[in-house]
């Protein structure tokens, strides 16, 4: 599976549209982009994952660019509890997700 | 109860003790997994289970013994463990063990500290 890079931490005002990065340069054709997030000391929760286009749930929308190496997670009226380590995972096939060291997201009042 | 449980949340044990770690799914999924995160460390995968086949075994010390009795069900057997096996021990599940399109539901995690 490829490799992530995403910025160690980030702060967002509460109310504010919170944008975490996630670079994934090696991605390949049939290789999915996950994003979980974990709070403190709790199991990492499934937030959205996509291919190609984007796609918006009811948590998050997640933007991939065209060339597929970059993807951002767009949190769109953050709060005090989306205070969070946030992962971005490629995956393809198998049933390995590689979490990484994440982007602690942190929601300031 | 819904999605992944596991019990207890949190656990003390010396090193000469023996103890168990139990995760339950309620999802309808086929496919479970051990995790273990050590303080300022990534998760780490240690076992898959499929339909009650294990078919990841990441390299774990045997002192640590995963049991699937079935697809609902996935224990966690621990002896003779080290200071070091001191982490956040967590379970999830998936509907399938592999394909593209396949999140994995976690549980809240075990706390276990080995004294």
């Known amino acids: 599976d490829a490799k992530t890079t995403q910025p160690p931490s980030m702060d967002c005002a509460e109310g504010r549209a919170a944008n975490l990065p996630c670079n994934h340069s090696?991605?390949?054709?049939?290789?999915?982009v996950y994003w979980y997030r974990q709070i403190h000391s709790q199991g990492p929760q499934y937030i959205i994952h996509g291919l190609k286009n984007n796609e918006t749930n009811e948590m998050a929308s997640l933007i991939i660019t065209e060339d597929r190496k970059s993807s951002t997670l767009i949190l769109p009226h953050a709060t005090l509890r989306d205070t969070a380590v946030y992962y971005c995972i490629v995956k393809g096939s198998n049933y390995k997700l590689t979490f990484g060291k994440g982007t602690l997201l942190t929601v300031n009042p | 109860e819904t999605g992944v449980t596991q019990t207890p949340r949190h656990l003390v044990m010396g090193m000469t003790n023996k103890k168990s770690l139990k995760c339950e799914q309620h999802l309808g999924h086929n496919a479970m997994y051990w995790y273990k995160q050590s303080a300022k460390k990534p998760l780490e995968l240690m076992f898959v289970y499929s339909l009650e086949e294990r078919v990841e075994n990441n390299s774990v010390p045997s002192r640590f013994s995963p049991e699937c009795p079935n697809s609902s069900h996935l224990f966690l057997h621990l002896h003779t463990l080290q200071p070091e096996d001191s982490a956040l021990y967590l379970c999830a599940s998936s509907l399938v063990a592999g394909g593209l399109y396949n999140e994995q539901f976690f549980g809240p995690g075990t706390r276990l500290t080995v004294l």
């Open positions: 090696t991605i390949s054709g049939n290789e999915y």
